[in-house]
């Protein structure tokens, strides 16, 4: 087995994040901002504004209150971007286990085992995710799109579904849920 090299800006940084994971942080999943941020996606259709609310969204989702999570978080997400799998697992994982009730950092380790081909185990922590924060809708839609993968039409539907409930007016959504229909519907012919 192949030994990863961590580099010691990395490592310092896990460290640092293992010696405060007893802190009692609150997550950004509990920000008191996100409910007036989903009633808006709820209640507008304007493209821009959306977009613009989905975006204000997922910043809160990606704060933190502990800076070494933060700076694990954005080191995770620049390592899975210049396609560092190892490392940005390494990473991710050190983040749920030191913070396991922070969503954000389910929600990334979700997104790298897809990317991985690890779809159960993508699957296991988008449900985490959703535990977390049951309106995450880039973990819904994750979700869809990996039983779409997987093949499992209803599962996907149902996925689609939740999200269109959770963002009623996101074109994607709208548009994937008609895609699995139509499969469906072809797939009962």
């Known amino acids: 087995m192949k030994q990863l090299k961590i580099p010691a800006q990395l490592a310092t940084v896990i460290f640092g994040l293992s010696m405060s994971a007893t802190l009692n942080l609150h997550a950004d999943q509990n920000d008191e901002r996100l409910n007036g941020l989903f009633e808006q996606l709820s209640l507008v259709s304007d493209p821009v504004v959306l977009r613009a609310t989905e975006n204000q969204i997922w910043a809160i989702w990606l704060e933190h ?106 074109p994607s959504a709208q548009e994937n849920l008609r895609l699995v229909r139509e499969q469906r519907a072809v797939n009962v012919i």
């Not at 694990?72 to 799998?85: H, I, K, V, Y």
């Not at 749920?96 to 993508?122: H, I, M, Q």
């Not at 699957?123 to 995710?129: Q, V």
Request: aromatic residues 8%; neutral net charge.
């Open 65 to 170: 209150r502990n800076a070494d999570v933060q700076q694990l978080l954005t080191l995770g997400t620049e390592a899975m971007n210049r396609r560092q799998l190892p490392e940005a697992l390494l990473i991710f994982s050190q983040i749920v286990e030191n913070f396991p009730n922070f969503a954000e950092g389910w929600n990334k380790r979700a997104t790298l085992y897809y990317l991985v081909g690890n779809t159960d185990a993508s699957i296991e922590d988008i449900k985490r995710t959703l535990e977390l924060e049951p309106r995450h809708f880039g973990a819904l839609s994750g979700l869809g799109l990996v039983y779409l993968q997987q093949g499992k039409l209803a599962l996907a539907e149902k996925a689609f579904q939740r999200l269109i409930t959770v963002h009623p007016n996101s």
